[in-house]
T-cell receptor
Framework: AQSVTQPDARVTVSEGASLQLRCKYS??????LFWYVQYPRQGLQLLLK??????VVQGVNGFEAEFSKSNSSFHLRKASVHWSDWAVYFC??????????????FGEGTQVTVIS | EAAVTQSPRSKVAVTGGKVTLSCHQT?????MYWYRQDTGHGLRLIHY???????EKGDIPDGYKASRPSQENFSLILELASLSQTAVYFC????????????FGKGTRLTVV
C-alpha cells in the first residue's frame, strides 16, 4: 500500500531564511505527488504537483519541490520565508491523474512556525 | 474559483446520536470525497463518489455512511456517533477529466461528547 512520511512534525524558521520540508513516499508504480498548505481553520490549498517529467516543479508563492525516484522523496523548498508562510504543510500521493486524483494518501503534516 | 461549501462548520454531538455533515459544490465536478483529519495527523479518506446515487468506500469507512443524492451534494452520515469520531471533516471535489486539481472545503469540526 502506498504511504507518505513527513519526518519533521515541526519546523521553526526565521523570516527571510530558506525552508526545506522533507517528504518520503512509498509507492509501487508511477506516483503523482502533491504539496498542500493548510492555514489556520482553513481547508487545504494546492501548492504544487508533480507528474512524471521534469523532477523540479514550481508552485505558488515561490515554492518549488524536487522529485527523486532513487530516494523516494519529494522535498519542498522556499528560498526566503515570509511570515505568511506560517501554516501546516502536507505531502500527498495519488495513483491517478483523472477523477480519482482526489484519492490521496497524506503524510502527517509539518507545522511551520516563522519567527522574526 | 471552484467552490466547496460544508455545513455546519462546527457541531457538538452526543454519543450514540445521529450526525449528518453536508457538502455542496458548484464546480460541476463528478467526483466528491470525504476525509477526516485528527489532531496532528494528515487526512484520511472515508468515502467517495463519482456519480450521483453511488458511493464507494475509502480507507476508513467503518462507522460512516455516505449519500450522493445529486451531483452537487454529498453527505456524510454517522448513525451512532462515538467519541473516536471527534475530528475535523473535509469534503473535496474534482473533475472527472481535464484538470486534476482537488478543491477542498473549509472543514467541519465535529466534537462528540
Amino acid at each position: 500500500a502506498q504511504s507518505v512520511t513527513q519526518p519533521d512534525a515541526r519546523v521553526t524558521v526565521s523570516e527571510g531564511a530558506s525552508l526545506q520540508l522533507r517528504c518520503k513516499y512509498s509507492y509501487f508504480g508511477t506516483p503523482y505527488l502533491f504539496w498542500y498548505v493548510q492555514y489556520p481553520r482553513q481547508g487545504l490549498q494546492l501548492l504544487l504537483k508533480y507528474y512524471p517529467g521534469d523532477p523540479v516543479v514550481q508552485g505558488v508563492n515561490g515554492f518549488e519541490a524536487e522529485f527523486s525516484k532513487s530516494n523516494s522523496s519529494f522535498h519542498l523548498r522556499k528560498a526566503s520565508v515570509h511570515w505568511s508562510d506560517w501554516a501546516v504543510y502536507f505531502c500527498a500521493v495519488s495513483m491517478d491523474t483523472g477523477g480519482l486524483s482526489g484519492k490521496l494518501t497524506f503524510g502527517e503534516g509539518t507545522q511551520v512556525t516563522v519567527i522574526s | 474559483e471552484a467552490a466547496v461549501t460544508q455545513s455546519p462548520r462546527s457541531k457538538v454531538a452526543v454519543t450514540g446520536g445521529k450526525v449528518t455533515l453536508s457538502c455542496h459544490q458548484t464546480n460541476n465536478h463528478d467526483y466528491m470525497y470525504w476525509y477526516r483529519q485528527d489532531t496532528g495527523h494528515g487526512l484520511r479518506l472515508i468515502h467517495y463518489s463519482y456519480v450521483a446515487d453511488s458511493t464507494e468506500k475509502g480507507d476508513i469507512p467503518d462507522g460512516y455512511k455516505a449519500s450522493r443524492p445529486s451531483q452537487e451534494n454529498f453527505s456524510l452520515i454517522l448513525e451512532l456517533a462515538s467519541l473516536s469520531q471527534t475530528a475535523v471533516y473535509f469534503c473535496a471535489s474534482t473533475a472527472g477529466t481535464g484538470t486534476t486539481e482537488v478543491f477542498f472545503g473549509k472543514g467541519t469540526r465535529l466534537t462528540v461528547v
